[in-house]
């Protein structure tokens, strides 16, 4: 009898838990672009009572002062597209705290032979990290951005590293699949994304040092050294200019980000799917950037990153033999605060009536039980 007791019992909470019995589920609100309402237009987004930034062939555009973080124009900011060599941003901010920039490096065959821009690795331990964060951001070296993936512990854990580190930065549009930005199925980022990436990796002095550099020397074998150089033309062209990185490929076509200093502002500019020769419009779009900050109303802002999650503290070990609930509460609560919890108004007054109706069932079957019992002994 006790058997069945606690079994229909249990039926009965089973069903009240089970969750609402009318009424369907609601689907969720849309969540607002990042960095105001205005940036989740396609067109074009500019500031009341000033010229229009010049004319560009780039599909997505982003203008922003770094200080700060106010977007100033904008042109399909969150729209997705290949990000080509740009994602080497994303992998520099990410791996540059992680790994020790004097550790020696022998990159492995498949490092070597990665395929596109590449600054010429061999398989020998001959580069320090250091070396490979030039390489990476000078001269785009996709041989690089393997080797450093590697060195980070293998290409799944890096891109793990690289993907926690978009969500940390609330680059939303950002899925990176390969470390170099090679073109991947299902790989993305947006000119609101990149200008993001870009304005965390300036706060960085080492990222700002990568990226600024024009020529280095880079390590060959038999103790012998070449000269690289920096990718960024308008580092040559454009007074201020500080960094950061370009890229293309035939499916991403061109893309840029670029960032320059001027009378103690930066600006960044950040540019996808060129269709032709980007060198010449940047710099009327930082021209358009420098003139328009502290003078215009935002129509948008580049949003801070999110706080760095403390530790989760390790759970007590178990015990052996059965656990305690507290005094004063049941093993079961934690499971009801959370159906509770789940219940719409409707269900929880329908829940009430079912576990006390169950309940009430149970202890009339339990006082007949006892009594039986008692009779049987006499």
């Known amino acids: 009898m006790w058997t069945k007791l606690v079994s229909t019992t249990a039926l009965l909470t089973a069903v009240t838990l089970a969750g609402p019995l009318t009424g369907a589920a609601h689907a969720a609100p849309t969540p607002p672009p990042v960095g105001g309402d205005s940036l989740g237009s396609r067109g074009l987004v ?25 977007v100033l124009a904008a042109r399909n900011a969150h729209g997705r597209y290949l990000p080509a060599s740009t994602l080497k941003m994303l992998t520099a901010l990410t791996l540059i705290p992680k790994l020790d920039k004097d550790l020696t490096v022998k990159p492995s065959r498949n490092a070597v032979n990665q395929e596109g821009s590449a600054v010429g690795l061999r398989s020998t331990p001959i580069y320090k990290v250091d070396d490979l964060f030039k390489a990476l951001m000078m001269s785009s070296g996709n041989d690089a951005a393997m080797a450093l993936a ?11 590293d690289m993907n926690a ?7 939303n549009d950002t899925v990176a699949k390969t470390p170099s930005g090679l073109d991947k199925p299902g790989q993305s980022s947006s000119a ?58 035939s499916k991403a076509q061109g893309a840029f980000v670029g960032a320059a200093t001027r009378n103690g502002h930066t600006i960044i500019v950040s540019i996808m799917k060129h269709t032709g020769y980007f060198w010449d419009e940047v710099p009327e779009l930082l021209d358009w950037g420098f003139t328009a900050r502290g003078k ?3 129509v948008g802002r580049l949003v801070d990153p999110l706080p760095v999650q403390a530790p989760v503290q390790q759970a007590a070990p178990l015990v052996s033999g059965p656990a305690v609930a507290p005094s004063g509460t049941s093993a079961a ?28 069932f ?17």
């Open 362 to 378: 149970g202890l009339i079957w339990l006082g007949y039980g006892i009594r039986r019992r008692r009779r049987s002994r006499l």
């Open 192 to 249: 609101y994304d990149l200008a993001l990436i870009a304005r965390a990796g300036l706060a960085n002095a080492e990222f700002r040092r990568y990226i600024s550099t024009k020529t280095a020397k880079f390590p060959a074998p038999k103790k012998k050294f070449y000269e690289i150089s920096n990718h960024n033309k308008l580092l040559w062209r454009y007074k201020g200019m500080i960094g950061v990185k370009n890229g293309w490929t």
């Open 333 to 360: 609560q934690p499971l009801l605060d959370h159906a509770a919890s789940e219940q719409t108004a409707t269900s929880r007054t329908l829940g009430s009536a079912a576990i006390g109706g169950g309940l009430l």
């Open 296 to 298: 215009v109303t935002p």
């Open 165 to 171: 580190e978009a969500k940390r930065l609330q680059a």
């Open 150 to 160: 590697e060195t980070n512990g293998g290409l799944d854990r890096t891109m793990a």
């Open 46 to 70: 500019k500031p009341a009572g000033i010229k229009a930034p010049p004319k560009t062939k780039a599909t997505s555009y982003v203008i922003a002062d770094h200080e700060t973080g106010q």
